[in-house]
């Protein structure tokens, strides 16, 4: 493969241009949006190291009929709506080639719904889920529909790993994914101490960010799990903590997002961030990601 078609070049749709292009390939996007193209190359500019050649592999082209029938692989990042699916990937249906694997960037819809806007060939589409920012996080969640042909999901997974990334294959598909829906689980949880007058919304960032999140940042919940096991691993774990644990799960909350705690939580990050620039805060995080990339990468002993 060498031209990828970027539909959709928001947020995702730009840092997903700025990594293909990293990676040596061509990249024709698109976008409805009147100040497109601007926006992308500035974004894409910003992504990429200072004078880097490879945006002058970068074209945009207003139509995304036009992009898909340029590609070897297409990228959906559009909005999350079935309706705004259906539209679009009945476009690119018709334009891409029989062959190309229409992938799509949706975090939580349903490829076999998203499929139902190509009625030529269903057996191509599959998600192609990334995590923000997808030129840093290497995960991509590829989850195949009722129609999409076994072939496809191995080609998909084949392509996004010869760019650097490390995609997991679905064995059905869900709402949310898998990460997505470890994270809601989080989520919950954290919402309802909140909303019970537990801990701050502070309190409860540092909580994961000093606690459990540096370990998952180098390993799995069930890796590391079993380290905590010593020499006798997971099974020792499970065997002397497994029933304290489902008493914690039967204490966990059931939150419902009520205006007044979206109130709380959003004044709560408010307060926590207080006085902090927001692009130098997006900065400092990125940069502490690339060091702790190539530091695992160093690591020859890490899965």
């Not at 799995?220 to 691993?233: D, K, R, W």
């Amino acid at each position: 493969m060498s031209t990828v078609a970027v539909v959709g070049t928001g947020v995702i749709g730009a840092s997903w241009a700025a990594h293909f292009l990293a990676h040596g390939l061509d990249v024709v996007a698109t976008d409805p949006a009147s100040d497109a193209e601007e926006k992308l190359r500035d974004d894409v500019t910003a992504i990429l190291p200072p004078d880097d050649a490879a945006i002058d592999r970068l074209r945009f082209v207003a139509d995304a009929g036009e992009a898909a029938a340029a590609a070897d692989f297409v990228q959906e990042n559009g909005p999350e709506r079935e309706d705004v699916k259906h539209a679009l990937f009945a476009v690119l249906d018709e334009a891409a080639r029989p062959d190309v694997i229409l992938a799509s960037s949706s975090s939580g819809l349903l490829p076999s719904v998203i499929a139902r806007g190509c009625p030529r060939h269903p057996e191509r589409v599959v998600i192609g889920h990334p995590f923000n920012p997808p030129h840093l996080i290497p995960l991509v969640e590829v989850v195949p529909g009722r129609d999409t042909a076994p072939e496809v999901v191995d080609r998909a997974v084949e392509f996004y790993t010869s760019v650097g990334k490390r995609p997991i294959r679905l064995s059905q598909e869900l709402p949310g994914h898998v990460a997505n829906r470890l994270q809601a689980a989080l989520w919950q949880e954290a919402y309802s101490l909140v909303e019970r007058g537990v801990a701050t919304v502070a309190d409860i960032d540092t909580a994961i960010a000093y606690g459990p999140g540096l370990r998952w940042a180098v390993l799995g919940p069930f890796a590391n799990q079993h380290l905590s096991g010593g020499a006798g691993g997971l099974a020792h774990v499970l065997r002397h903590l497994g029933p304290p644990t489902e008493a914690w799960w039967r204490d966990l909350g059931r939150v419902h997002l009520t205006p007044e705690l979206a109130e709380t939580l959003v004044a709560g990050v408010d307060a926590e961030l207080a006085g902090t620039d927001h692009d130098r805060l997006v900065a400092a995080r990125d940069a502490v990601l690339d060091r702790l990339l190539a530091a695992k990468a160093a690591q020859p002993d890490l899965p």
